[in-house]
Structure formats: C-alpha cells, structure tokens
C-alpha cells in the first residue's frame, strides 16, 4: 500500500491532468475497443484510480461510470504501480466478495497506467465472465496499450492542448470537450464565460515596450486569481493571449450572476494592477449560451468574445450575448470580407462629386470625391458605417488607392470635356503612414498628365495630431509637388495654436457641425467668425462645409470665407450628373446676367 505522502502526491499528478469526470473521447474509446478485440472479452476499460473510486474514462462492456475503490483490483494496481491478473477472482482471497465478483466477474487483467514521473494513475485492464490464464504475450499485449493510453494523456496534455505559460488547457481542448459533450448529449443549458484581461491593442504595445515576459507573467498572475476565484471544481482553458472560459452551469437570477463575474473582474483588475510593472488593464467579461449539441464549439466561443468586447464597448465589466449586438459584429466582419470583394472586381464602388463654390464669385472650382459602395446583397452601405471599419485594417491602403486612381481617371476625362475642377480626396493617417504614399501620388499625377495644382488630398486634424512627425513630412513633400493639402473637419481636434502655426496645410475645412444651423445660433456665429479670422490670419484659405440654406451662405461670404460646400449648392453628383449640373448652373447665370 502507498505511503499517505506518496498517495497525496500520486492524487495530485491524477487531478493536474484533470482527465476524471470529463466527457468519454474517441482517442481513448478506440483503444478500449481494441483491448476487448484483442482478448476477445466483453469488458475493457481505462480506470482511474481516485481517492475513493474507480473512474473509468473509457470503457466497454460497462454500464456503469464509476465503483467503489474499496476491493478494487484497478486500486491494487494503482498501490503497486505494477501489473495484476487474476484468473479467477472467486478463488481469490482479497477479491471473492468483491463488488465485481458479486456481479459475475471471473477474470481480471490489468497494466498500469504510469507518469513519467513514475506516479500510476490507475490500469488498463480487461474483464471477463469465465476464469481464464493470460500468457506473457497477451500481458505484454496489456502493457503496450497501457503505454498507448498514457502517450495519448501525454499527448493531449503537453502537444497542442495545454498551454506552456499558464499550464491551463488551450482553445483546442475546450473545442474538443464542448464537442464531446455535443456527441453524448450530457449538460443541457450551460453558458460560456470569457475573460479578456487587456485590450488587443494595450497588450501589442506592452510587449513592443516592456516585452513578452512581462505578458508572461500577468498571464501566470491572472490564472491564479481565476482559478483561486472559481474553485478547483472548475475547470479554466487558456482560449486566447490574454483571454480564459470556463463553463458556469445553469444559473438562476442573472443579476446575481453578473454580480459575481464583475466582482471577478474587479479582482482581476485590483490583484494585476499592482504588479511591480504596471499596466493599464480592463477586465471584461463576456458571457453566451452554450445549448450542447445545438451550438458549435466555435461558435459559443465566438459568442462569448463578441459579448466581452460589447462590455469593452459600452464601458461595463459583463455583458451577455446579444443576437442584436452580434448580428452587428457579423456584419462588421461581412463588410470587411466583402470589400476584398469589391476592390478585386470594381463593379460594387464609385465616386460621386460634391461641387465647392468660390463665394466671392459663385464659380465652381472642385470637388470633393466621394466614396459609394452599392453591395449586390445589402445594397447601398453608408460610409460612415464601412470606411471606419477600413482604416482599422490593411484593405485601407487599396481602397485609397482605387480612390485616387479613379478620381485621376476622372479629371483626365473631365479635362478632355474642357471642364476643369480641382478634385479633392479623403486620405487617412494609415495612409500617411505608408514610405512611398507621397512618391506614388506624384507618380500617378506625373503618368497622367495632371497638373499637380488640381488634385488635393484632404486629412482630417485628428489624424494628423496621432502621428505628426512621420505624416507632416509626407505632407510636405505633397505639397512642394504641388499638390494641395487640405485639413478636413477643422475644429474638432483640438489643436494647440502653436501647432496650427506650423501645419504643413493650404487650406482648412470648417466642420459641418458648426456650419450646419450657422443662421439660427448666434454662439455658433462667433465661433466660426473667430475659426474664419484665425485662419485667414495663418495664411489657409477657408472652406466651410455642410451649407444648407441661402442665410449661412451670405453669412459665410460676408465674413470672407473663400469657399462652401454643401446641399445649398449640390449634394454629391454621379459624373454625369456634375457635368449637368455645371452645364446648368453656367446657363442661369448666363440668362441671369
């Protein structure tokens, strides 16, 4: 019989492999199934050895999961971590009034199941109903498909699905048992709960300032207190960088639970924010419904992590899975898909041109190019809805590109028309970002023929407060081409007035928001005066945007505002439409005249 400190410790190693009371698995099923083949029984099983049962993770032949350990032949071999047979256990002394001889069990064989750290875990053994001999064949046999089980245990606890920071098992685990529970139908109604313990972002900068030991070890700190929170009894997986699930059993009243979980995000938070290298931390927690058998693995997942990063979002610590918020997230991502799409083919995108009006002459001068998506399924999507979505990945550089290409396009037709506009595009400081940006824009201009003078590209304030140094020298070498700068929604960003004195920029565009109801707020009057002044004074020419009726227009021309843009004027125009409307537009003050 084991020492009680050698049977603690043997206990220990069987727990940190967290195999009892897990779902059956086909890696170990199959084995079983070979054992009982092979000596032609109808009882096989892997049997574990717990403090007080035999727990059988694989078995066949056996209805039930688990027997007492007490007068168990497994329990034996599990003491004296060697092999057992017993050819007939009614003429064994120790096993005659066993629960397996009482319930017609003869014959019993079985190999231990043993650690590389020489800890036995139980046996794999063979069953049957008839007193049989085991030749040293059939019991090398035994020992081999001991060893198969114990490299599959090894297999699945340190190749792929335990993760080596934290010792936790992995996504891949996680897939695995909510699939096997799927297959057996067991569990019910459960939930999935995910926690994100740092922002993507906040994490990438850390590890590019502090590097990835740092994150090692917040990930290690931030095991022990999830763990040390929700008991042994549950089990924690390593899903992500810095994201751990676990399944929660049904609850009753949702309001407590969100309770506990946020209390757990407060933890998490107070326990790493004192870390000797502090890092800024929000703890967010996401829960979804895991029906097993009527959601995918994958998906719950998906679920739960949409409903962290909506906590994320909204500024709480838990949110639950919302069919709402995820049909938004899945929308998000079918956008971003789909424009791979629609750059790739041109079919879907196309700019429409919203005229700028000097106002000391009322003369058209430009135009700002505007971009339109027409998706074959959604139909027109907005972009204020896709081009946010866009900037935040890589598709920002093709798409701008496709812009500028096709704006150029239209000028040279433009100018074969005899119309000649100054054309103005968006570009965003992911653009700015990019070495070659600024020698490729002069290139095009260059290949086109195109006067630098009537192309323009526009950047709004705050991007170029994100990243100034690198952006205004690409912006100054756009502008010593020739090419005009404009800074787009001036007035929100918030510049030092030092800054404006320097910025690298031709002309600003006053906000729509302060132009928009200029007639009917005497507040917003001053401003944009004062916004008009200051920067006439800095030497910018003025646009102001979103001009809607015939008052802010003489407001704006009698305070020498050079230009506006606006439905007053013209929306936005197809091509064809614009060269109606300048066609038009030249008419009536002809006639006007």
Partial sequence: MATLKSEDERLHALKQLRLLDTPPAESFDRITRMASQLFDLPIAAISLTDSDRQWFKSRVGVDHWAIPRDRAPCAEVADTSGSLVIPDLMEHPNYRDSLLARSGIRFYAGAP??????????????LGPEPRQVSKQEQAVLIDLAAMVMAQVELQHAFGRVDAITGLPNRHQLLEDLHDQAATGNGGLRHLALVE?????KMSDAVRVLGVGVIEDLMREATRVISSNLGLSTQVYHVGAAQFAWIVPSFHGEAMFKDRLGNLAGTLHTHLSSAPVRIALNPVIGVAPLAVGQHLAEDAIRMAHNAA?????????????????????RRRFRLLSDMRTALVSGQELSLVYQPRIALSTGDCIGAEALLRWQHPELGAVSPGEFIPLVEQTDLVGPLTAWVMAEAIRQIVAWRNMAIDLAISVNVSVANLDQSEFATDLIG?????????SAFEIEVTESALIKNRMHVEEQLRAI??????VAIDDFGTGYS???????????????DQSFVRDLADDPKGQTL????????????????????????????????QCEEAQGYWMSPPLAPADLQH????????????A
């Fill in 113 to 126: 199941l043993t650690t590389r750290e020489g800890f036995c875990l139980g046996a794999m053994c063979v």
């Fill in 197 to 201: 313990v740092i922002d993507a972002l």
């Fill in 309 to 329: 990063q909506e906590a994320r979002l909204t500024g709480h610590s838990v949110s639950t899975y919302s069919m709402v918020a995820d049909d938004h997230h």
């Fill in 444 to 452: 095009q201009l260059r290949k086109a023929g195109i006067r630098p």
């Fill in 479 to 484: 502008r010593s081409a020739g090419i005009r």
């Fill in 496 to 510: 030092s007035l030092s800054y404006l004195r320097h910025l690298p920029a031709d002309l600003v565009k006053i």
């Fill in 528 to 559: 944009v005066r004062h916004l008009i002044e200051m920067s006439r004074g800095l030497g910018f020419r003025v646009v102001a945007e979103g001009v809607e009726d015939g008052q802010a227009y003489e407001i704006l021309r009698t305070w």
């Fill in 581 to 592: 409307w300048l066609t038009t537009r030249v008419s009536s003050r002809d006639e006007a």
